[in-house]
């Protein structure tokens, strides 16, 4: 009876109960992302136009810029943005356009509406990532439900929507934001201390690379690709500033429906490749069919193309999930790349579609915008089937790796020559001998740097090639190495 008692017990048993609970918190901050979006996009930023026309973009971009600095700033340290730490200062940052809304709505301030529409851009960012890190405790096989079900929710609750005033539709798009925050604030706060204090992320990404992603990764280039694609539908043949929002949550609906049935058939998880190859056909049709919008009913391409930018945007969330459940001393930072990435895809394709629209009320475009077309769908076409053919993200799901703490080895006079024997056997050089100890000794990444007086990236390129050389992906592989080889010889 006692054994059953005990805090691990009692731990698993209170996570199990909790499960149901943070599934359907994250679920209905997921919802309130995909509407919130909507909203945005309906009345909100037709409401910016009415004091400037580049307000707008002057959202998206500062978006962008401000994540791209909490990334790189979280990257290199996970003190400043905890978890707890992030969700109040999302918190802050949602209250103040709250302050300035009023005042814009009702007298039209210029630079009330200016204040509350840059401070929500940078709210909106930081209750996306918020979002995010409460999604790392969900499991995978439930978060993929928990996304489609959101997203399947949301397309339900914009018919209404569609119907209320503009003054409405921006209070609550506005009012979402806090919202969202309160929904998914309980469980973040009430998260234990992680192994953020234990681990040092900068010796972790040069110790353990298999448990990151680079900013070079296609994970982050598909976003900046897709929301580019957003950015097209968004902004071709809009009237007044305001998109051309027909039928288009059908194609996705229809889409997302099928996708479900058929993996619930099966009792399958999430495929990921599955739906990037869903979304991949929408977007193609969206844009091979914009020259002929002047003969098919209003909005088709433009459809289409929100239609497949949607189902990459449940993608990207299931993919930014698994990697910040599996590496969460890297999940403000992963969450951050993916906020800045979509910010400054939809401002280039907003640019892209105003192009084919011309000076005039017609949907026909002229030669030079058909090049252009031509240009970006065979570019998309050509980088879809780069992308199938060399990578999976499936596959990048799988290969992230926990972060964990390296066991030191056990020195001793053994230990240096069992070193010396792997280092002739995988042929390394002199330099990458010298790192090859270091790591075998437990150093960190800082340690090395200033030991052997090299540069922080020049460290990760020489533990790269050893990695590479020995067929290893960790310190802990390593460590393992030398220890086997100690084993074997005695």
């Known amino acids: 009876m006692d054994r059953l008692n005990t805090p691990i017990v009692k731990r698993a048993a209170t996570n199990r109960q909790s499960l149901p609970s943070s599934m359907v918190r994250c679920g209905l901050a997921l919802f309130f992302i995909f509407l919130g979006t909507w909203l945005l996009n309906q009345y909100t930023f037709p409401f910016y136009d009415t004091i400037?026309?580049?307000?707008?973009?002057?959202?998206?971009?500062?978006?962008?810029?401000?994540?791209?600095?909490?990334?790189?700033?979280?990257?290199?340290?996970?003190?400043?943005?905890?978890?707890?730490?992030?969700?109040?200062?999302?918190?802050?940052?949602?209250?103040?356009?709250?302050?300035?809304?009023?005042?814009?709505?009702?007298?039209?301030?210029?630079?009330?509406?200016?204040?509350?529409?840059?401070?929500?851009?940078?709210?909106?960012?930081?209750?996306?990532?918020?979002?995010?890190?409460?999604?790392?405790?969900?499991?995978?096989?439930?978060?993929?439900?928990?996304?489609?079900?959101a997203m399947i929710a949301s397309y339900c609750i914009q018919i209404p929507c569609s119907c209320i005033s503009f003054s409405a539709g921006v209070t609550l798009q506005s009012l979402i934001v806090p919202f969202t925050l309160l929904v998914i604030a309980k469980p973040i706060l009430n998260r234990g201390v992680s192994t953020r204090e234990e681990i040092n992320v900068k010796d972790a990404q040069i110790s353990q690379p298999p448990s990151f992603i680079s900013l070079a990764s296609q994970v982050f280039v598909c976003m900046l690709v897709f929301r580019f694609m957003f950015g097209i539908g968004l902004t071709f043949g809009e009237s007044d500033r305001a998109p051309v929002w027909t039928w288009y949550e059908a194609i996705a609906f229809a889409a997302l429906g099928i996708y479900v049935l058929q993996t619930f058939r099966l009792h399958k998880k999430l495929d990921t490749d599955v739906l990037f190859r869903i979304a991949c056909l929408c977007v193609l049709a969206g844009l091979l069919l914009i020259p002929s919008s002047s003969i098919l009913p209003s909005g088709t391409a433009n459809a289409l193309l929100l239609s497949g930018s949607d189902i990459f945007e449940l993608v990207s969330w299931y993919i930014l999930i698994a990697i910040g459940s599996r590496n969460r001393l890297y999940a403000v930072s992963v969450f951050s790349w993916g906020t800045a990435m979509k910010s400054f895809g939809v401002v280039m394709g907003a640019f892209a579609g105003r192009l084919f629209n011309g000076n005039s009320d017609s949907v026909l475009i002229g030669p030079s915008q058909q090049l252009l077309l031509a240009c970006i769908a065979l570019g998309f076409a050509a980088y879809i089937m780069y992308l199938s053919g060399h990578h999976s993200f499936n596959g990048i799901i799988d290969r992230i790796k926990p972060v964990a703490k390296v066991l030191p080895a056990m020195l001793d006079a053994d230990f240096d020559g069992c070193c010396q024997i792997i280092e002739r056997r995988f042929g390394l050089t002199p330099r990458e001998c010298d790192v090859f100890l270091l790591l075998a000794h437990g150093r960190n990444g800082r340690y090395i740097q200033e030991h052997l007086v090299i540069s922080y990236n020049t460290v990760k390129t020489h533990v790269s090639h050893v990695y590479d050389k020995l067929g290893i992906h960790s310190q802990q592989d390593l460590i393992n190495l030398v220890e086997e080889e100690r084993s074997s010889a005695q």
């Open 52 to 149: 400037s026309w580049n307000l707008r973009d002057a959202c998206s971009l500062l978006n962008g810029i401000v994540f791209v600095v909490i990334a790189f700033v979280a990257g290199r340290s996970t003190q400043l943005f905890t978890s707890r730490r992030f969700i109040v200062i999302s918190f802050v940052c949602a209250l103040v356009p709250l302050g300035f809304l009023a005042p814009a709505l009702l007298f039209g301030a210029p630079a009330c509406v200016i204040v509350s529409a840059l401070c929500g851009a940078v709210a909106r960012g930081f209750v996306y990532v918020a979002v995010g890190l409460a999604c790392v405790d969900v499991s995978l096989s439930a978060i993929g439900i928990v996304l489609i079900s």
